[in-house]
């Protein structure tokens, strides 16, 4: 399905299966005898959406890790694993620092206000549309689970206005702020609008802020780029699930984030996918995988202002 500026979607279609898709990557990863992350409800989320294929990979039933890229999508598991990790390390990091004010852009099945371990007064807000916000609570309520910290829901598309909507839920711009855009800045938006959710989140930050983001694009523009996407959602269509991620992210050259931070006066560290792998004490990635998406077209970067 091409995407459109006005388009709408739920964790069962277009970029919403994505967020399940990841969340069904972390809990296999939550499943494995030595686990780097643990996420004890992204197989309850899972579920509740009802993909058959989402709900067997969060089982640990598909083995979706052939390193010779023959799903399309080599490590899939280690790769959102390694993501889910170097964010909480992040959180952890900024918290120790002193933040106490979290904003978590598209949340989607995040669930780190309910399994992080937060320091006393720290308020969590998550945006996202309303009927993402919905399902996620109470899914969760449904299975006995709370939040770890004062927890605050900013239900609007990010098409909207946002800033707005979370001051009216108590955000102070005054402040010093840690923010996350996990997944969000990969290609789902059109890169106008990338630059305008950063320069919206730069008007909202504090002197001592902090940002963390992916960024890039899910859709290479090689042909090998192509090919791997053909095959990943051939891989998807065999298990009953049209999902063409490639086919969901807009095209153009979408923004360098880092750059952008930099540009504005924040200094920035960034990281690459082996660079995560590392940190997660995973087995490097090949060079094969290396050249390949995510590996090859997806940055990482963390700032402070």
């Keep these: 399905m091409t995407r459109t500026d006005d388009d709408t979607w739920d964790l069962a279609s277009s970029v919403g299966a994505t967020a399940t898709m990841v969340a069904a990557a972390r809990a296999a990863a939550t499943r494995r005898p030595q686990p780097i992350i643990d ?6 989320l899972v579920r509740a959406v009802g993909i058959d294929v989402f709900n067997r990979l969060a089982a640990g039933e598909l083995d979706f890790e052939a390193e010779d890229g023959g799903v399309g999508f080599p490590r899939m598991t ?3 694993a390694a993501r889910a990790r170097f964010y909480d390390d992040y959180f952890s990091q900024v918290t120790q620092a002193g ?4 904003v978590i852009v598209a949340a989607g099945l995040d669930s780190r206000a309910y399994r992080l371990s937060w320091p006393a007064g720290t ?4 945006i996202d549309q309303p009927e993402v916000i919905e399902f996620k609570t109470s899914t969760l309520s449904k299975i006995g689970a709370t939040p770890t910290t004062d927890y605050r829901t900013v239900g609007i598309d990010l098409r909207e206005d946002w800033p707005a909507a979370l001051r ?6 005054s402040q010093p702020t840690a923010w996350l855009a996990e997944g969000v800045l990969i290609g789902w938006l059109p890169p106008e609008a990338e630059v305008r959710l950063m320069d919206d989140v730069i008007s909202l930050s504090a002197a001592d802020s902090r940002f963390a983001a992916d960024y890039g ?5 090689s042909p090998e780029a192509r090919e ?5 959602a051939e891989t998807w269509r065999r298990h009953g699930l049209e999902l063409d991620v490639a086919n969901l992210a807009y095209p153009g050259e ?15 560290l960034r990281s690459s996918l082996a660079d995560l792998f590392l940190a997660a004490g995973l087995p490097e990635i090949r060079t094969a995988f290396s050249d390949q998406v995510p590996a090859a077209t997806i940055g990482f970067v963390t700032a402070v202002l």
């Design 39 to 44: 996420d004890p409800f992204a197989e309850p």
């Design 228 to 232: 791997q996407a053909q095959r990943l």
């Design 99 to 102: 933040i106490r004010q979290v």
């Design 168 to 173: 009216e839920a108590g955000f102070d711009a």
């Design 123 to 126: 308020t969590v807000y998550e």
């Design 217 to 221: 694009s899910v859709a290479g523009t």
């Design 78 to 80: 280690d790769t959102f």
């Design 254 to 268: 979408h923004t360098d984030i880092a750059a952008h931070l930099h540009a504005r006066g924040w200094d920035v």
